[in-house]
């Protein structure tokens, strides 16, 4: 059987740290910390949290789909990502994406990289325009059930899995995989994984993970 790669997208595949800050900071929003505060406390779960992010953008004005997916274009995607996946496929890995972002992101990314499986949070529209509804799919606080519940659809083991990420909220993951990878974050989440790559890049870290099961 094929081990499966798992990457975290926001922060690790591209280099900015979250596809949701990164639209409110460029359609010039305010307020969004508010909704991730009452979501952590548990004061609201997940799909509210998207909605109320998502009706910030459209008090300006209403908005396409298309309109979102262009802004996203200029999120950058690390420039050894592709080498990277290249590799691991090489050696018989099955690279694939998981994010609490944006499924108009990971699709894009995926695409680039040639990654066969992505999992995201979508919007919701209705003839091309944004309904103000999100489509949940990767609830922040839950990402290690739906990575679980996602892989045995697909036919991995959940113990043969590796797991690369770079945020607090990727900790439960790193539990309950085979191999997880902390990718240049910060000491409270790196020392909670097998490898932490505190420098360097992902070529890096897929020659990385190739060695470990080699070894």
Not at 46 to 69: A, G
Not at 114 to 139: C, D, F, Q, S, W
């Amino acid at each position: 059987m094929r081990r499966a790669v798992v990457f975290d997208l926001d922060g690790v595949i591209v280099k900015t740290a979250s596809s949701w800050t990164y639209l409110h900071r460029l359609f010039g929003v305010k307020g969004y910390e508010e909704h991730m505060r009452l979501y952590l406390e548990g004061k609201i779960d997940y799909k509210k949290f998207m909605e109320l992010d998502i009706s910030l953008w459209l008090r300006r004005k209403p908005l396409t789909i298309n309109e979102v997916e262009e802004a996203l274009l200029d999120v950058g995607v690390r420039e050894e990502a592709g080498s990277a996946i290249r590799r691991l496929v090489e050696e018989g890995f099955d690279p694939l994406i998981l994010s609490c972002g944006l499924d108009i992101l990971a699709r894009r990314v995926s695409m680039m990289l040639g990654v066969k499986h992505y999992l995201a949070n979508g919007l919701e529209e209705r003839r091309g325009l944004l309904t103000g509804r999100g489509i949940m799919r990767v609830p922040l606080l839950d990402k290690d059930k739906v990575l679980r519940s996602w892989l045995k659809v697909l036919g991995y083991e959940i113990n043969e899995a590796v797991y690369v990420g770079d945020s607090i909220f990727d900790v439960p993951v790193f539990r309950i995989v085979g191999l997880s990878v902390a990718f240049t974050c910060n000491r409270q989440v790196g020392e909670k994984a097998v490898i932490w790559v505190k420098k360097g890049d992902l070529l890096d870290l897929a020659k990385l993970v190739i060695n470990f099961f080699k070894t």
